[in-house]
């Protein structure tokens, strides 16, 4: 019993950054109605930007935290620019394209930069660990649920409380309709991306700081996550794509626990074919 | 012809079939990013065949296209409802579910003195069948090269056909194809089985070639590059999709100095292009012009 | 108010607007009839500033309004209810009413809140679905709450795209009769519509919209006098 719960408390911490990279997605997928497949390499280039600062100025964590949103920030920009901006007159798919098309450039971009392959990220040193009963509380887990929780608040009061945060909904729901109620759809649009690659670049920064290290991988991975707590959420719900990230996070810690690591991939996987396989909206989704 | 140049041209042979495969789909509006699965399995299965069984090269690679072909069917019969992204994202698990089962696959038989086969994460090696047949490369470079000449020519001759017309109405809205009378599901089924046969024969191509095979070559790079193939190519007729191997295995190979920038110039120029030629270099009213080109020109 | 002159709208090589021109005077209800495809919407969404016109000019309170852009015409004091309500389906009514005073929302917070009252007391049926999402409504409940919407951001002219398409004949009457209790109040209206009958009683002025051009204007009883037209659009035989 212990076990599971310890688990399931593990399982909703890591699902906490899961949400996170679900959210990034939902931003750009719900507003601009397009798959950003570029998203997990811009939170790549991000990480390993931060991990060469804090190789060259250890201790300067504040200064990791920024190279690493601020980079994620400007391939997120480049993304916009280039894939959806120039192609907004296009098909959505051809938008997806393009941005795989950046998947390439920036995982190129990454193994240009580097020595080695995987590189050291910093974490802070001086977090305690908590224990709720039988319960560990690791500090590093710590960090991530609750740095990932603080900028989900944020981002919700945000988006349910301001005047840009209506418009974006808005946007959302309907494009049409609201540019009659006044909105400037593109500039909104270009808001959201700012916003997910924001979003984006603080996961990658919780994340890596739990693992403390980084490894080229990461682009693939977080893409992954990112799309399977978008889907099974629903595409384009962002309280969907919050309880997505929590359920993957809650199955892969439990099939960890019972079953091993070797299995705790391939359940991830196991469930995202579900999700697609069963989803009604799956059915409704109409071909790119 | 130098060693390289065969290389080269069996490689683009080999990813020329993952990105007829990828067009396939394309065709019935679906974006698969798992294609790379198939290229494994047919991989696999063309080397179990030929390196575990002692089949005949020509029976291996058969092996592996079937075996593809199955399981391109039976994935099918979960995810052929699934459209836009839940398809694309379903492949993309998909293709990563293929990798990490493969790490434990273990499959060995005694063959001669040693034990060969499937060993997890160490891979699949010893498939020597090519070479110990006695077929040199540059027979295998013409032998793959023909095969997708005459793959090429099934595929235009199937897309003129009522069954291409079929294909096509289902890529444009399944709703009003179903209630035209196409069967849309056994239209989805028989291009998926088809579309994963055609990636398994690469996959059997290239295994025979390189004499191994590992669970990392589902990488769903291959897969993202295939469906870039077919887009920059052209969506207009399965050539495109070739083209596009060639340009970006010949071409920007061939520039020595681009090494370790060639997806990024590659990834560059896609971008170029999609803003110019949405549809590719070959799209639809290139081929319409182009053929009406050929047929004035008979005249 | 709105002075439209010999605007050209087209969508690429097909002309929809083929020089048009109305006048729609303030306090006035001004209706613009015709069959489908002579290029009502189109109209609409040219002063809407959705779609740029190739010529011509439009004026709105003195000041040229051609070439703004969407948001802007809405800042100016036009609000448009559409064609088929387009109202924000996941968003609760009140959520689609505050979206609807988007404009104003940065700087009048307090007399947003005020007319959202005043919208629930106008629209009691509103009130009553205050909190469901918008996309469950009937028809006739969502073409008010389109209407309500445009209005929350207290514009000058209101602009409606066929308020009556695809609603029971009682619910068009209530529709018609809150359009012209809102024109009692002193705003002025646009209306595009097919049920020329209903649109010719509430209207001050009429305009016959056919194939991109003007055909006729006048009063609604210059309009049923005309035989020509009164046997086309109002089935009536005879003067």
């Keep these: 019993m212990v076990d599971f719960l310890q688990a399931l408390v593990d399982g909703v911490m890591l699902g906490a950054t899961y949400s996170l990279l679900g959210l990034g997605f939902t931003l750009i997928f719900g507003v601009l109605r397009r798959l950003n497949l570029a998203f997990g390499p811009t939170i790549l280039v991000g990480i390993y930007a931060g991990s060469h600062v804090g190789l060259a100025w250890p201790g300067a964590l504040w200064a990791v935290v920024a190279a690493t949103v601020v980079a994620a920030i400007l391939c997120g920009i480049y993304v916009e620019r280039c894939s959806f901006r120039a192609l907004a007159r296009q098909a959505p798919v051809v938008s997806m394209i393009s941005t795989f098309a950046v998947w390439m450039q920036l995982q190129e971009l990454v193994s240009l930069f580097e020595a080695s392959r995987t590189m050291p990220y910093p974490s802070p040193a001086w977090l305690p660990a908590l224990t709720v009963g039988p319960i560990l509380l690791r500090s590093d887990a710590l960090l991530m649920w609750s740095g990932a929780t603080a900028i989900m608040l944020a981002l919700f009061v945000l988006l349910y409380r301001t005047r840009f945060g209506t418009a974006v909904r808005a946007v959302a729901d309907s494009s049409e309709a609201a540019t009659l109620m006044g909105v400037n759809v593109s500039v909104i649009g270009a808001a959201a991306f700012l916003l997910a690659s924001t979003v984006g670049g603080l996961a990658g920064v919780l994340i890596a700081q739990s693992q403390q290290q980084v490894t080229p991988y990461f682009g693939l991975w977080a893409t992954v996550k990112g799309l399977t707590a978008m889907l099974l959420g629903g595409a384009g719900s962002l309280p969907g794509a919050v309880a997505g990230g929590v359920i993957l996070g809650v199955v892969e810690t439990q099939t960890l626990w019972h079953f091993g690591g070797q299995w705790r991939d391939l359940a991830s996987f196991a469930l995202l074919f579900l999700v697609v396989a069963l989803s009604p909206r799956a059915r409704s989704e109409p071909t790119l | 012809m130098s060693d390289y140049a065969v290389s080269l041209l069996v490689r683009i042979g080999v990813e020329a079939f993952v990105a007829l495969s990828a067009y396939l789909l394309l065709v019935i509006g679906r974006i698969s990013f798992g294609q790379q699965a198939f290229f494994v399995i047919g991989g696999y299965a063309a080397g179990i065949a030929t390196a575990l069984y002692g089949a005949p090269l020509a029976v291996g690679i058969m092996v592996g296209a079937v075996a593809a072909g199955v399981a391109g069917a039976l994935l099918s019969a979960v995810m052929a409802p699934a459209g836009g992204i839940y398809f694309a994202a379903g492949s993309l698990a998909f293709g990563e579910l293929v990798r990490v089962a493969l790490l434990s696959f273990h499959y060995q038989v005694p063959v001669g003195a040693d034990l060969t086969g499937p060993a997890g994460a160490d891979g699949f090696r010893g498939i020597r069948a090519l070479f110990t047949g006695g077929m040199s490369v540059t027979t295998y470079m013409l032998a793959v090269s023909g095969l997708l000449a005459v793959t090429s020519v099934v595929i235009v001759l199937l897309l003129s056909s009522r069954w291409g017309e079929a294909m096509r109405m289902v890529g444009e809205d399944e709703t009003a194809s179903a209630s035209l009378g196409v069967r849309v599901r056994r239209v989805a089924a028989l291009t998926m089985a088809g579309a994963g046969a055609l990636a398994g024969l690469g996959g059997g191509l290239f295994v025979h070639y390189v004499t191994y095979i590992e669970p990392g070559h589902s990488d769903v790079m291959l897969g993202v590059h295939s469906l870039a193939y077919a887009f920059i190519g052209g969506l207009g007729t399965p050539l495109g999709p070739i083209i596009g191997v060639a340009l970006d295995i010949g071409l920007l190979e061939s520039f020595r100095f681009l090494a370790g920038y060639r997806m990024i110039v590659f990834g560059g120029l896609v971008m170029g292009l999609l803003v110019v030629r949405p549809r590719g270099l070959l799209d639809e009213v290139a081929v319409h012009r182009l053929s009406r080109l050929v047929a004035w020109g008979r005249r | ?239």
């Design chain 3, 1 to 239: 108010m709105l002075e439209v002159r010999e605007v050209v709208t087209s969508y690429g090589m097909i002309q929809a607007l083929k020089g048009v021109s109305l006048a729609a005077r303030e306090g006035e209800v001004t209706c613009i009839l015709g069959p489908n495809g002579a290029g009502k919407t189109t109209l609409l969404y040219t002063i809407a500033g959705i779609l740029r016109p190739r010529s011509g000019s439009i004026s709105f309170q003195g000041r040229e309004l051609a070439g703004t852009s969407a948001a802007d015409v809405v800042g100016r004091g036009i609000s448009l209810v559409p064609e088929n309500r387009l109202v924000f389906p996941h968003m609760t009514v009140r959520e689609n009413l505050l979206a609807g005073a988007y404009v104003r929302l940065g700087r009048d917070r307090a007399g947003v809140e005020a007319d959202l009252d005043a919208m629930f007391a106008r629209f009691p049926i509103l009130k009553q679905r205050a909190g469901q999402a918008a996309g469950t409504l009937s028809g006739g409940e969502q073409q008010m709450l389109a209407v309500a919407r445009a209005l929350m951001a207290r514009p000058r002219l209101l602009m409606m795209d066929e308020p009556s398409l695809g609603l029971a004949p009682l619910v068009v009457e209530q529709i018609f009769q809150i359009v012209q209790g809102l024109n009692r109040e002193g705003i002025t209206v646009l209306l595009v519509e097919q049920n020329a009958r209903l649109a010719l009683s509430i209207a001050h002025h009429a305009y016959l919209l056919e194939q991109g051009r003007i055909a006729f204007h006048g009063t609604p009883s210059e309009v049923s006098a005309n035989e020509g037209i009164s046997r086309a659009y109002l089935g009536i035989k005879g003067g």
